[in-house]
Nanobody
Framework: QVQLVESGGGAVQAGESLRLSCAISGSNIYAMGWFRQAANKEREAVSCIGFSVATTYYVDSVKGRFTISRDDSRKTLYLQMNNLKPEDAATYYC????????????????WGPGTQVSVSS
């Protein structure tokens, strides 16, 4: 059974930073990603990273501000979020076994319960 647990969410002011972490159980290594869903909006892929860290995806709205990384020795996925904007406020979910290339990211067989990010202006 694969389990994912996100942490690092919180309430910040616009322009501040947060780092999200996702701890994953199990011995397999997966392509992984961060997704978010704001109130009354559809879930969107924010950033994903493949087995090889050379393959990453970012949604246009976070390019240059967010950085995804993974530490497989610690079985942890990260999302460094800088210069946060009110429109970044959402529940952020970690997913494993996603399908991605540099142009898109979707799917995900395993999901965490989510962590809330609030950004005030």
């Amino acid at each position: 059974q694969v389990q994912l647990v996100e942490s690092g969410g919180g309430a910040v002011q616009a322009g501040e930073s947060l780092r999200l972490s996702c701890a994953i159980s199990g011995s397999n290594i997966y392509a992984m990603g961060w997704f978010r869903q704001a109130a009354n909006k559809e879930r969107e892929a924010v950033s994903c990273i493949g087995f090889s860290v050379a393959t990453t995806y970012y949604v246009d709205s976070v390019k240059g501000r967010f950085t995804i990384s993974r530490d497989d020795s610690r079985k942890t996925l990260y999302l460094q979020m800088n210069n946060l904007k009110p429109e970044d406020a959402a529940t952020y979910y970690c997913a494993a076994a996603v399908s991605l290339n540099t142009m898109r990211c979707d799917g995900g067989l395993f999901w965490g319960p989510g962590t809330q990010v609030s950004v005030s202006s």
